[in-house]
Each structure stands twice: as structure tokens, then as C-alpha cells.
């Protein structure tokens, strides 16, 4: 069976292949089209659909929440702070903006949002850290009156709001949360 070698060549009436079996002979598109167009057809046909295939799982996954991402302790605390720049009126827990930007590493607790109860005494305060460890002081904590660890209690959203509306009338869990990167 003699070797078959296809070149594509430019010449000046535009693409031609040479194609050898006995002898040179020159086919121009024309020729080429009618013998090699299916099977190009049929292997882009398939390199598409196994693109396409491969390509879906990617698209599907979805990134997680940045309001549920990290460790989240809710928990009702007593506020502390004098109410100055240095040391301003926050929930107990909470760390101040120079202990914020003395921890270069993000080790202990990396955002917090809060809400002062009715009677101002108190605050609802979600707390945010990298790690478990992080929030194992306010875990162990007999400071806070109630405590939530999102994702680990059994509890429905429902029922944790129903126990928050106690110090907070108007709580709505839809509007509370601290989203952290």
C-alpha cells in the first residue's frame, strides 16, 4: 500500500494538498470538500459535544454563601466599651479595629455584626473566625445568655428567631448576618 502524505500548500489561486500516492497530484478544495468535509464535520461535531459535556459540571457548582461560610456563633451578650475611638461600645467578644489590624493571620474572630436589644443592655452579636477555636471563649462563655452555633444546633431558623424576638421585638434573621471573604 503506498504511503499517502496530505501538505497543504498556499498558492496564488489559494489552498491546494498534495497528495501522493504513484504519482503527485494536485487536488484543489473542490476535490478536498467532497472526500474529507464529513469526517471534519463528524470530528468537530464530536470535539464540541465533549466540550460541551465536560464543560457543564463547572458551570453547575455554585459558591457558597458568603453569610454562611466560616465558623458563626449567634449569641446574646452584654455590651462592654467606653464608647470612645480607642475603645468604642461593641458586644463582649468583639474584638476592637487596632486588635483587628494587629492580626495579620485572620486566627481570631474576623467579623462581627450585632444589634442592641430593647432594653440596651444586651446585644444580639453574630461572631465570624476561620476556626472552631477562635470562638471556644465565648462557647465556654457563662457571659452569654443564649447561644447559637450555626450549623451545628439541630434548631430550625424559625425557632431561633422566635428565641431572639424575646430581647429584640422586631429581629428578623433575613436581615442580620455579617458576609466575609
Given at each position: 500500500m503506498p504511503l499517502r502524505v496530505i501538505l497543504l500548500a498556499t498558492a496564488s489561486?489559494?489552498?491546494?494538498?498534495?497528495?501522493?500516492?504513484?504519482?503527485?497530484?494536485?487536488?484543489?478544495?473542490?476535490?478536498?470538500?467532497r472526500r474529507y468535509l464529513p469526517t471534519?464535520?463528524?470530528r468537530f461535531v464530536t470535539l464540541a459535544m465533549t466540550a460541551l459535556a465536560l464543560g457543564m459540571p463547572i458551570r453547575a457548582q455554585q459558591r457558597v454563601n458568603a453569610r454562611n461560610s466560616y465558623e458563626r456563633v449567634i449569641a446574646v451578650v452584654p455590651l462592654t466599651g467606653k464608647g470612645t475611638m480607642q475603645d468604642p461600645r461593641r458586644p463582649l467578644y468583639?474584638?476592637?479595629?487596632?486588635?483587628?489590624?494587629?492580626?495579620?493571620?485572620?486566627?481570631?474572630?474576623?467579623?462581627f455584626t450585632f444589634q442592641l436589644t430593647d432594653d440596651g443592655k444586651y446585644a444580639i452579636a453574630e461572631?465570624?473566625?476561620?476556626?472552631?477555636s477562635a470562638l471556644l471563649p465565648i462557647i465556654n462563655s457563662k457571659d452569654a445568655v443564649k447561644l447559637f452555633?450555626?450549623?451545628?444546633?439541630?434548631?430550625?431558623?424559625?425557632?431561633?428567631e422566635d428565641e431572639l424576638k424575646k430581647f429584640k421585638k422586631d429581629?428578623?434573621?433575613k436581615k442580620f448576618g455579617v458576609a466575609v471573604q
Open positions: 489561486v489559494g489552498a491546494c494538498a498534495l497528495i501522493k500516492p504513484r504519482r503527485w497530484t494536485v487536488y484543489c478544495p473542490a476535490v478536498l470538500t471534519l464535520t463528524l468583639a474584638p476592637t479595629p487596632s486588635q483587628v489590624a494587629a492580626d495579620k493571620q485572620r486566627s481570631g474572630i474576623i467579623g461572631f465570624v473566625a476561620k476556626n472552631r452555633e450555626k450549623g451545628k444546633n439541630k434548631q430550625k431558623t424559625k425557632d431561633v429581629f428578623d434573621s
